[in-house]
């Protein structure tokens, strides 16, 4: 099978696209480079990866592309953690408005014409920023107040595109909606501001990498957003693309939405401790961990914790990989990436 990947050269299509490669299928890939600048990926020179430079609102090109292709998954969005809610509040709206109306503009197109079966959606955790019951099903979306932040409101909007282009033109979806994804391969991106965190300057504003790279130059206390007490679940980027992939190919998954994550909920404190006892160790003799509060953003939802049952009973699928093993994986990468520079 042929799949066409938007955004293939960002932080979980790097996973998902050699999950797809890896399962024997041909992937075509777009990417304009605007996030990080010109990256490789590990998987660039394989036979069976077409990589197309080009901008994700170009309808024309995807058509053709997507003409070419059995299953189409829009990944491509303008993103970045919590500091871009506020420095991007309106671009976040507006360029990730064109890209998905240019996303199933082609997609609906090529579905007319036969050999496109189906769109997958790439949604977001942020549609439940306003949520009132947790663990949250997939369907509260529907009744809990709108997102609050430009990007959460933005991303309920691509789940109304599936929901419409199905309505209308009976064109197949699925959405995924990734939790809080921890693995290699986000570096600075390249409209990132760097933001003071204590003695520190950060470029990225996601919680693990911000706070691994704090530990690994020194800092001591550590600075952390508020109190530590906002409650998330950390997903293996690498399960994540398991996921995505179970629900593309489960007849099952058709017109259905999946929330994709671990069950595993863990504050930012405790995750903060787990980093600091990684990096300097937890015997007599290690560096005691310490920590103060910086003030919060106000976008930094508190708690996050998805109801998970459905994508288990539905497409068999759990994400195993325990934030331990992630920052095993991380704690190393990042430390490369500083040594030269990247982040």
Not at 92 to 105: C, G, T
Not at 218 to 230: E, M
Not at 247 to 255: C, E, G, K, R, V
Not at 303 to 326: D, I, W, Y
Request: proline fraction near 6%; include cysteine; hydrophobic fraction near 40%.
């Amino acid at each position: 099978m042929t799949v066409l990947v938007t955004g293939s050269a960002g932080f979980i299509a790097g996973y998902l696209v050699q999950e797809l490669l890896s399962a024997g299928h041909k992937v075509i890939g777009v990417d304009n480079f605007s996030k990080y600048g010109m990256i490789e990926k590990s998987y660039q020179s394989d036979p069976n990866y077409r990589f197309v430079q080009a901008d994700a609102k170009d309808v024309n090109l995807l058509t053709e592309l997507a003409e070419q292709s059995e299953h189409f998954i829009a990944c491509a969005a303008m993103i970045g953690g919590i500091s871009y809610f506020h420095e991007y509040a309106y671009d976040l709206l507006s360029e990730n408005e064109r890209i998905i109306a240019a996303s199933f503009d082609a997609a609906i197109r090529s579905f007319k014409k036969g050999k496109l079966k189906k769109i997958t959606v790439l949604s977001s955790s942020m549609v439940f920023e306003n949520a009132t019951i947790f663990p949250t099903p997939e369907g509260h979306q529907q009744l809990c107040p709108p997102p609050t932040s430009t990007y959460g409101f933005q991303k309920l909007s691509c789940e109304y595109f599936a929901k419409g282009a199905w309505e209308q033109y009976k064109l197949p979806f699925t959405i995924c909606r990734p939790f809080n994804c921890v693995g290699i391969g986000e570096r600075r991106a390249l409209g990132d501001t760097e933001i003071p965190s204590g003695n520190i300057k950060l470029a990225m504003s996601h919680v693990v990498p911000d706070l691994v790279q704090k530990v690994l130059k020194g800092q001591s206390p550590l600075h952390i957003l508020g109190a530590g007490n906002q409650v998330r679940c950390y997903t293996y980027g690498g399960d994540l693309a398991k996921g995505i992939v179970a629900t593309m190919f489960n007849p099952a998954a058709t017109n259905e939405d999946f929330n994709l994550s671990t069950p595993v909920s863990t504050t930012v404190l405790e995750l903060a401790n787990l980093i600091w006892e990684k990096i300097h160790g937890t015997g007599k003799d290690a560096k005691p961990f310490a920590y103060v509060s910086d003030p919060p953003y106000p976008y930094d939802v508190q708690h996050r914790v998805p109801n998970v049952s459905k994508a288990k009973r539905v497409l068999g699928f759990e994400a195993t990989t325990t934030l331990s093993t992630m920052l095993d994986e991380v704690i190393p990468w990042i430390q490369r990436e500083l040594e030269h520079g990247r982040i």
